[in-house]
Every structure is written in structure tokens, then in C-alpha cells.
């Protein structure tokens, strides 16, 4: 009681130097303490919840291995969505340096306008007769409809801001982030919109290497790699990604060299605004319906993403995802079943946003560490 | 010489914006509610008013100081004609095109009706040559106003200030005034303003302010420039006091409930200036203190908390509350010791969305009531009062205000306190501040608990006054609404939170309670959005900024150009605006 107390109370720490450099150490240790057990309860509380589990599996109760399969596919593809999403984020803040908070509802543009390209080839019967063709088109609408809020938003709200202290920008995304939200409530109507089910051979098992894997999740991890690729290729070896990645590390250096700043940024956003439009695509082929608020908790997840694997750090976007995707998705069964707590599933938030907790305490770095614009913060 | 190619992007900015307001419906549900009674309804105040607004900034950027004033006027209002015209050529394809493709599956709102109500409900042809002229006029009198000379323009300002003041406000109005048969003297049964008292309020603000403004301008400067020891300075805070104290009993029921609403928000919004305004930590999770406040007021006094239920009364479940609500501050304040800027502010986020899950889930529900809540919470009981609840708010008013002010106080008294001191200098710079001697670790603790605390307070009130506690008042929403208020109102300044939360809380209406403008509750989270923006983009220290926080602003400012130009030239005209 007496270290809390002193904590709380400057007016004591404050009172003579000798007793400053006491409470100094004090303090020090209270906090570290602290973190210390919240360090070793977490564990503590995994490890039990995984025995418990085991113990449960071995008893014969609790999900089959085939379940246990089938939910280990999901959170990947799930995670996959997700490291996209992230993509977006980490870009953003290797080059600004800011969380841009409405990247969600950049995301869920892309849902929302590629559900009416989906639902007009649909009427159209093209849908069914083409289903990949179809795919493809509500790909490049979702894709282009994210592109350009993300522009957009960067002209209108961020250019301005440029320079000014940290959290302005943040506290604009929010408001960027809200407006968005309202405006297609406004347009769209504030029910779910559903997707046309998806063409009959996305629904079938597909075996690989002797694993059946259903089409769809199959279908989004693919995607998901391959937009991985492509950004890779596209930031590593193309003249454009060598700028961005120039400015991230220094903007001024990177101007005096020659490169165009604005026209970066600009193309930052845009690349970030068309992998959350993939990643629109596929959370539109992994939940089918949409509404003006499916941005925000993926916005947050994605963001959650990006720290876990090391924000600035592209690779790490797409490893976090997974590690995001697999930890909510698993999580809940495999360690809180484990610890006894009834309905784990509705406490699938609660583990994402522990998960950045921890992390944060953990290993602040991510999992691949940073490499694009290392500022302050830890 | 007018730019042509700059007014036509005008023109079609502000034609897009009105489809926009058309497409979300806004018109539509706006124009439900007259404001003066034939000629006015509030939608089309709202598609004009944007027109109005985007006509005059196109047109201040055409003047050139060198030309003669004529020509001067004349070049100004063809400016704004011809940014009108273009907008109704966009509108005009817009509501053809809406007539012609059918488009109600994606867009709900983009239907017959809204074309109707785009057109005066006149019907294609006449009602878009209608249309046409109304922009093509209010285009030509937003671009005339720039080059009309100072007093005529302050004048129109004015007049319309308060003329829409009066036809927003009518129910304030008719509920102060407490008898239907005085106000209809103003209003028209219709609602509404009657068409000749906009002409005697017209008469009124013009003679008055010619009379009286000289005298106004110079006390505000007076008040604003006195230090805060000096009499007269008390004598503006007494009068505030006295104001409250005498309200309540003026205003009727609606009002009141309101009153409480506002107050509530005042006070979590002076508990989220002291951890961001002060101390400089940005805590997006701020409702989880709120809710610890209120979910442990339930559980404490409430006869129907599930497992554990001491039926304490009010006043001692309290203090108990304050130490929950500290041990809270704690708790989410040191893990997150070490982070900075944005991560705080996504953690402290994330904290405030576990806190609501775990609210909600099976699991705690033998605590805290899961999804059903927890009802029956006892009011509070004062003496010779009696129980005050939500359902005396006349009562309960005052209660709030108690709180308020002894949240007001503290922060008052915080500000300029040592820690104050330090909160300042840790938000400027946290090395620095901690090379001089700061201790970061408390001061930023402190600032935690005392935030949750304040919230607390506001937790408590809530539960006492709704009677029940459910998950859906503590979502992410109320956090960010919080922040809002904050900002708007001016990080760092305790008549800001007040200013701030008045405006949006009062008029906008709270994440969950509508405001003095019930017509908003659908696109009022539209309205926080873009005031958040505007505020970030054009006035970053708020509406009554603290002098030390603007002056930092102020100074990155300096090295931008682009705000050079704005450089602070924030006039009264503008609160108005934005108040109205």
C-alpha cells in the first residue's frame, strides 16, 4: 500500500532529493513488478489453459481433430484478410508516421461498392456462368473504389496536417474515419448487405497434399499470397517502391535526391487503398455481407496485425495477420476452453486486442522487429 | 479576369455535395421540420446553405484588391451565378438520372421522394427550373456578400444568426417560454417561425447591435483580458454560477434531462481533458472508467445485482467506486507507462473494448448481468428530497452540476498545480521532462487515476439517473464523443470541455440521447466526423483554447505555410456559425 501510495502522491516523491532517488528506484520497480506479473500470469494462465485443453482432447470431449483442421484453415485465411488489410497501416505509418485510423472504412468501401458490382452480375446471371471472370471484376471495383477513398482522404484531410505534432493527424483519421462510417450508413442504408453465395465449386472440398480444404479458403489464402507478391516485387524492385521506401526512412533526404514526396505519399496511400481492396474481396467471399460499421473492428484488428509482426515492416504485416488470424480464431477454444470459462467465442475480440496488449509489453519491437521508419515509442 | 476553370471545379464540388446531402437522405429527413413557416424548411437550408458557403469561398478567392468596387462586385457575384449554375447542372443530371436508372436496391435514399424533395415537390420540369433558380440566386448573393463592405456584412450575418437561431431553437424557446399560446405569437402552428417575426427580429438584432455592440465587443475583451483574480473576472464566474443555479427551475422537463445529459458529458469530458489536454496521453478508452463507475454503482446498490448485491445506499457505495475506479486507472495506466502517441492510443482502445466484451459475456454474467444489465439501481437520496432519480431531473440537475463543479475545481486547481506543471512539460517533451527531474511514471499515473476518477463520478450519476446499466452505453463510440468534446471545446481548457459540450452534446445530441436538433439523431455521427476534421484542418486548439496550448500549436505552426495565411483570424461570425 505504502509503494502505491507513493506513486500516486508527487507531492511526496517530490520532497527532498536523497528520498527523490529512493522513491526514483522504488517507482522503477513498482512499475517493472507490475509488468513482470502481468508477464508471468499470462503465461501461467496459457499454459494452464493448454493443458486443460489437451487433457480435455485426450478425455475424448471438445472439437475433433477435423474441427480443430477446419479451424485452423479459417484463422489463416481469416489472418490472411487481415495482413492485407494491415499492409495499409504499415505502409502509412512507415512513411507518415501516424495510425491511420480510417484505413477500416477504406476497407469496407471496397466491400460495400463491389457488392454492387457483385449483386448487378448476379441479376445478370454472369455470376454463375463466369464465377471466376466475375470474381475478377468485383476485384478491380473493390479495388479501385479503396484506392480512391484512400486518395482521397490523404488530399482532403492529411496533406494539410503534414508536419504538424503527432496527434493531429490521428485525431483527423478519426474523424475521417466517422465521417466515412456515417456517409455510406447514408448511402447504403444502415442493414447488412449480402453477397450473392458464391459460385458451387468455391463451396467444395479441394484436397491438397491429401487435405481437404474448402474452395473458398483455399481461394482467399491464394489471393492473399499473391497480392503479397506482387506488393513485394512492387516495393523491392520497381522505381516507385525504391522511392517509397526513400522516403520512409528520410523525407527530406529523399526530396533533396529528387524523388517527388507528395506524389509517394500519394502512391503509398494508393498502394495501401488497393490491398485493403483485396482484402475486401476476401472478407466478402469468407462472410458474404457487409454494412457501414465492418470497417472499424477489422480496421483495429488489421492495425493490431501490423504492430504484432513489426509496424513499417511489410513481411511482418502478412505474418502478423496470420498470427492474428490464428490467435482469435484458436485462441478462445485452445487456451480459455482450456481455463474453464463458459461461451469462449464471444470473447474473440477480447483475445485479439490482449494479443496486442501483450505484445506490446512483450516484445514492443513486433515479431519481425522494424525496419521502415523507426520512431520513438517503445 | 474570373478563372473559369477554377469557378467550374467549384461549381461542380459544390453540386456533388448537394447530390451527396440528397443521396444520404439528409434533405429528405431534413425537410420534415419548417423553420420559417412557408418559405423555409431546414433540409433546403442545408442544400443551399452548402451552396451558399463553397459560392463564397469561390468567389472570395476571384477578388482583386486593384479593381474598381463595382466591377468588383459585379465580377464577385457572377463568380458565385456561375458556381450555382454549374452546381444545378449536376444536380439537375443527377435527379434525371435518378428518375431514369432505377437504383433504390443499392441506394435506399436515391428514390422519387428525394427528387421531390430536391425539386420543392414540384415535379421534373418545373420543379428543377425552380431548383436552377434558387442556386443560380443563392450562387449570386454568396459570391455578392464578399465584396459588400465590413458593417453591411457583419450586419446580414447577424440578422441570420439569430433569425435561424430562433427557428432551430423553438422548442427551447416555447419550452422556456412554458405557455403555447405566447409562443405561437412567434411560431406558426406549423412550426416555424412566422414570417413577420423574422422581420421583427430582423429589426430588433440590427437596431440593437448598432446600439449596443461597441459596449458588447469592449466588455468581452474586458472579461477575456482580465487575469483571473480581478473582480470583474469573478463577478462573469459568479453570474455563470448564479445562471446555473436559478436554470433548472426556468427550464421544463425536456430541458432539464438535457441539462443532465450535457453535464454528464461535461464532466467526463473535464476527466479526458486532464489525461489528453494536460498530460498529452491519447486514451481512446476512456468509457471503460465511465462504465467501471456505473457498472460498480449497479452492482453495489442495486437489489437485482445476480451474485453479489450489499444494497448499499448511494452516498457509501460512492468512495467505494472512487477506489475501484483508481485501482482501474492503475491498471490500465501502467502497462501502458511506456508507450507513446499512437500506440497509447490504440491500446487504451482496445482496454476499452475488452472491458465492454467481458461486460457482455456469459462468463462474468453471474456478476454483472451480461446483455440483460443491471436494473432497479436505487436514485440517490438527499435530504428533505428525498430519492432523486431520473425521474425528478429537476432534482437531479443539480446533483450533476455539484459534480461538475467539484471536477471543474480540481482540474482548476490541477492546471496549475505543480503536477499540472509537470503534465505540461511531459506533453511537450517527455525526455526533457524527464531530464529535468519530472517523474514521468507518476505524473502519468496520476493523470490516469484522476481521469478515471472524474469519470467515475460521471458513472455513478449515470447509473443513478437511467436506473440500469447495459453494455450498449459503453461502446467505443463514447470514448471517441468524449475526445470530441474535448477538442472542439479546446484540449487544455476547462470552459472549452464546457463551451464544447454544450454545442455538441447539447445541440448534435449524445452517442445515444438526442440533442436540442432531434432531426439529427440519424446523420449526427456524420456531423462529429466532420467537425472533427474541420476542427483538426482549420482551428486545432478548439473553440476556447488554453493560451498555452494554441501558442504551441501556433508555433509548428510557423514553419507551414499553408496555415500562415490563415494565422488565427477566427472571428465571432464563426462561433456563431458554428454554434448555430
Not at chain 1, 446471371?125 to 473493390?142: E, K
Not at chain 2, 443499392?106 to 415537390?121: C, K, R, W
Not at chain 2, 486547481?413 to 521532462?433: C, H, L, P, T
Request: net charge neutral.
Amino acid at each position: 500500500m505504502d509503494r502505491v501510495f507513493r506513486v500516486c502522491c508527487p507531492a511526496v516523491v517530490a520532497e527532498t532529493s536523497t528520498q527523490n532517488a529512493r522513491t526514483r528506484r522504488f517507482r522503477f520497480n513498482w512499475v517493472d513488478s507490475f509488468l513482470w506479473f502481468i508477464r508471468i500470469s499470462a503465461i501461467i494462465a496459457i499454459v494452464v489453459g493448454l493443458t486443460g485443453t489437451i487433457q480435455n482432447f485426450l478425455d475424448g470431449q471438445g472439437p475433433t481433430v477435423e474441427q480443430w483442421r477446419d479451424l485452423f484453415v479459417s484463422s489463416i485465411s481469416t489472418g490472411a484478410m487481415y495482413g492485407l488489410v494491415a499492409l495499409g497501416y504499415s505502409m502509412v505509418y512507415g512513411v507518415l508516421g501516424f495510425i491511420n485510423f480510417a484505413h477500416g472504412e477504406v476497407f469496407m468501401s471496397g466491400i460495400m461498392v463491389g457488392w454492387i458490382a457483385a449483386m448487378l452480375l448476379f441479376e445478370n446471371g454472369l455470376w454463375d456462368a463466369n464465377p471466376f471472370i466475375s470474381l475478377a471484376i468485383v476485384l478491380l471495383v473493390a479495388m479501385f473504389t479503396s484506392t480512391l477513398i484512400a486518395v482521397l482522404t490523404e488530399k482532403i484531410a492529411y496533406r494539410p496536417l503534414r508536419g504538424s505534432p503527432r496527434l493531429i493527424p490521428l485525431i483527423t483519421s478519426i474523424g475521417v474515419s466517422f465521417f466515412l462510417q456515417y456517409a455510406f450508413a447514408g448511402l447504403f442504408g444502415v442493414g447488412l448487405q449480402t453477397y450473392p453465395a458464391p459460385p458451387g465449386i468455391l463451396s467444395e472440398d479441394i484436397n491438397v497434399f491429401g487435405v481437404p480444404i474448402e474452395g473458398t479458403k483455399l481461394l482467399v489464402i491464394a489471393v492473399a499470397i499473391l497480392a503479397m507478391v506482387a506488393l513485394w516485387y512492387f516495393v523491392t524492385k520497381t522505381k516507385t517502391g525504391r522511392a517509397m521506401r526513400a522516403v520512409a526512412e528520410d523525407k527530406e533526404i529523399a526530396g533533396l535526391m529528387g524523388i517527388n514526396v507528395d506524389r509517394t505519399i500519394v502512391t503509398t496511400f494508393a498502394v495501401g487503398g488497393a490491398m485493403a481492396g483485396v482484402g475486401g474481396l476476401l472478407w466478402a467471399l469468407l462472410f458474404r455481407n457487409v454494412q457501414f460499421i465492418t470497417g472499424f473492428l477489422p480496421g483495429i484488428k488489421a492495425f493490431t496485425a501490423a504492430v504484432l509482426g513489426g509496424i513499417g515492416n511489410l513481411p511482418g504485416a502478412m505474418l502478423g495477420g496470420v498470427f492474428l488470424g490464428l490467435f482469435e480464431g484458436m485462441g478462445p477454444l485452445l487456451v480459455l476452453d482450456g481455463l474453464g470459462i463458459p461461451a469462449v467465442s464471444q470473447l474473440k475480440d477480447a483475445v485479439a486486442f490482449s494479443a496486442l496488449i501483450l505484445v506490446l509489453i512483450f516484445r514492443p519491437t513486433g515479431l519481425l522487429g522494424e525496419r521502415l521508419g523507426s520512431e520513438d515509442r517503445a | 479576369m474570373i478563372d473559369m476553370r477554377r469557378t467550374f471545379r467549384f461549381g461542380l464540388l459544390a453540386g456533388g455535395a448537394m447530390a451527396f446531402l440528397g443521396g444520404i437522405g439528409m434533405i429528405e429527413s431534413f425537410n420534415e421540420r419548417t423553420l420559417i413557416d412557408p418559405i423555409l424548411r431546414m433540409g433546403d437550408l442545408f442544400l443551399y446553405g452548402t451552396l451558399f458557403v463553397i459560392a463564397y469561398i469561390a468567389a472570395r478567392g476571384e477578388i482583386n484588391i486593384l479593381e474598381e468596387p463595382d466591377y468588383r462586385a459585379a465580377e464577385t457575384t457572377a463568380t458565385g451565378a456561375a458556381v450555382g449554375f454549374v452546381a444545378t447542372m449536376v444536380t439537375v443530371v443527377y435527379a434525371l438520372l435518378i428518375t431514369a436508372v432505377d437504383v433504390v436496391e443499392f441506394f435506399p435514399n436515391m428514390d422519387e421522394a428525394m427528387v421531390e424533395s430536391l425539386t420543392f415537390e414540384q415535379g421534373a420540369p418545373i420543379g428543377l427550373a425552380l431548383l436552377g433558380l434558387a442556386s443560380v440566386i443563392v450562387g449570386a448573393v454568396g459570391g455578392w456578400l464578399v465584396s459588400t463592405a465590413d458593417g453591411l456584412k457583419q450586419s446580414i450575418s447577424k440578422v441570420v444568426g439569430w433569425v435561424l437561431g430562433f427557428a432551430l431553437l423553438e422548442v427551447v424557446v416555447t419550452d422556456i417560454v412554458e405557455s403555447r399560446d405566447v409562443s405561437r405569437l412567434i411560431y406558426s402552428p406549423n412550426g416555424g417561425l412566422r414570417l413577420w417575426s423574422v422581420a421583427v427580429i430582423a429589426v430588433l438584432v440590427v437596431y440593437l447591435s448598432r446600439r449596443y455592440s461597441g459596449r458588447l465587443t469592449s466588455f468581452a475583451a474586458e472579461v477575456s483580458n482580465a487575469d483571473s483574480k480581478s473582480r470583474l473576472r469573478r463577478g462573469v464566474i459568479a453570474f455563470l454560477v448564479f445562471a446555473a443555479i436559478v436554470l433548472p427551475m426556468l427550464l421544463g422537463g425536456i430541458l432539464n434531462e438535457l441539462m443532465i445529459n450535457v453535464s454528464l458529458f461535461v464532466l467526463m469530458g473535464l476527466g479526458l481533458n486532464i489525461v489528453v489536454g494536460l498530460a498529452g496521453l491519447l486514451d481512446l478508452g476512456y468509457v471503460a472508467f465511465f462504465a467501471v463507475g456505473a457498472y460498480g454503482t449497479a452492482v453495489l446498490t442495486s437489489p437485482l445485482s445476480p451474485t453479489f448485491s450489499p444494497q448499499l445506499n448511494w452516498w457509501v457505495a460512492l468512495p467505494i467506486v472512487f477506489v475501484l475506479a483508481a485501482i482501474a486507472g492503475l491498471l490500465v495506466g501502467t502497462p501502458v507507462i511506456r508507450m507513446r502517441g499512437d500506440y497509447l492510443a490504440i491500446v487504451t482502445l482496445g482496454f476499452g473494448e475488452i472491458v465492454r466484451i467481458l461486460l457482455l459475456s456469459d462468463w462474468l454474467t453471474p456478476l454483472f448481468g451480461g446483455s440483460q444489465g443491471i436494473r432497479r439501481i436505487p436514485g440517490v437520496d438527499v435530504p428533505f428530497l428525498g430519492e432523486v432519480g431520473g425521474t425528478r431531473p429537476e432534482f437531479f440537475v443539480y446533483l450533476t452540476l455539484i459534480f461538475v463543479l467539484i471536477a471543474g475545481y480540481i482540474s482548476y486547481r490541477a492546471q496549475n498545480s505543480r503536477i499540472g506543471r509537470a503534465w505540461a512539460a511531459m506533453r511537450e517533451d517527455e525526455d526533457v521532462a524527464e531530464a529535468i527531474g519530472i517523474s514521468t511514471v507518476s505524473a502519468k499515473l496520476l493523470a490516469f487515476v484522476t481521469g478515471a476518477i472524474i469519470a467515475s463520478f460521471a458513472g455513478a450519476l449515470f447509473s443513478a439517473k437511467v436506473g440500469a446499466v447495459f453494455t450498449n452505453s459503453f461502446d467505443v463510440l463514447v470514448s471517441i464523443i468524449i475526445l470530441v468534446v474535448v477538442i472542439v471545446g479546446g484540449m487544455g481548457s476547462i470552459s472549452g470541455v464546457i463551451v464544447g459540450a454544450f454545442v455538441l452534446i447539447g445541440v448534435l445530441g449524445g452517442p445515444k440521447s438526442p440533442g436540442l436538433l432531434a432531426e439529427f439523431a440519424e446523420f449526427k455521427l456524420l456531423f462529429y466526423g466532420a467537425i472533427l476534421v474541420f476542427m483538426m484542418l482549420k482551428r486545432p486548439e478548439g473553440l476556447l483554447p488554453s493560451v498555452r496550448r494554441s501558442r504551441e500549436l501556433h508555433q509548428d505552426e510557423m514553419s507551414q505555410d499553408a496555415w500562415l495565411e490563415k494565422g488565427g483570424d477566427f472571428t465571432a461570425d464563426d462561433a456563431e456559425g458554428a454554434t448555430t
